[in-house]
């Protein structure tokens, strides 16, 4: 799955809401109703990820801003757009299944 996710390309779903406060985000699910919290890094790499064409691009540009190893970075954002995607926070916009 890994290598397939950093090949696609991420939106925001048109029922969710962000809302940026100090550097961290609250997110509604408006579907479900759920509130969420993202903190810095978070909010950074939801922001990223959201408007890179692809998650290989987000990656890069964590990467250039971050200074952690490459492999850690991928892992974690791995882990992040799961969670995301699990809670309906993100979705893939290419036209393919979700993860």
Known sequence: MESNLFE???RQPKGVMLRE????AVV?????????????????LYALLTAADTAEAALAAA???YE????????DVSSLVERLTDEGLIEYDDGEPGA
């Open 8 to 10: 696609r390309k991420l």
């Open 21 to 24: 406060l100090d550097g961290e």
């Open 28 to 44: 509604l699910n408006l579907d479900n109703g759920r509130y969420y919290g993202l903190d810095e890094i978070g909010t950074r």
């Open 63 to 65: 990467l250039a801003e």
């Open 68 to 75: 952690v190893d490459e492999a850690t970075l991928r892992a």
